[in-house]
Nanobody, 126 residues
Framework: QVQLVESGGGTEQAGGSLRLSCAAS????????MGWFRQAPGKEREFVVA????????YYADSVKGRFTISRDNAKNTVYLQMNRLKLEDTAVYYC???????????????????WGQGTQVTVSS
């Protein structure tokens, strides 16, 4: 079982920055690829970015490419999402997710992930 706890959400002005963290309670963090998803009110959950178990591979949604950066610290069982140049449309609940690396490469589909955090709200204001 993997427990994921997100933190770092809040309200920021457009153009500003926020850094999200996701701490995993798991014996072997490197068994998992990690991903970030988000869900805005009235919309479906959408993929943001994923990182492989080693950190060597990443995959970004076009909407955040060049503005968001994912990273992980395997010694701390934590994955981060640095969000720069925030836009109003980045407002959403952000979820951290874990996918067993043994099942294959990093994926953008939510159904490919095995464990989810409770989410953290990010609100971008004008």
């Amino acid at each position: 079982q993997v427990q994921l706890v997100e933190s770092g959400g809040g309200t920021e002005q457009a153009g500003g920055s926020l850094r999200l963290s996701c701490a995993a309670s798991v014996r072997t963090f490197t068994y998992y690829h990690m991903g970030w998803f988000r869900q805005a009110p009235g919309k479906e959950r959408e993929f943001v970015v994923a990182i492989s178990w080693s950190g060597a591979s990443t995959y970004y949604a076009d909407s955040v490419k060049g503005r968001f950066t994912i990273s992980r610290d395997n010694a701390k069982n934590t994955v981060y999402l640095q969000m720069n140049r925030l836009k109003l449309e980045d407002t959403a609940v952000y979820y951290c997710a874990a996918r067993k690396a043994i099942t294959g490469p990093i994926m953008a589909q939510a159904a490919s992930y095995d464990y989810w955090g409770q989410g953290t709200q990010v609100t971008v204001s004008s």
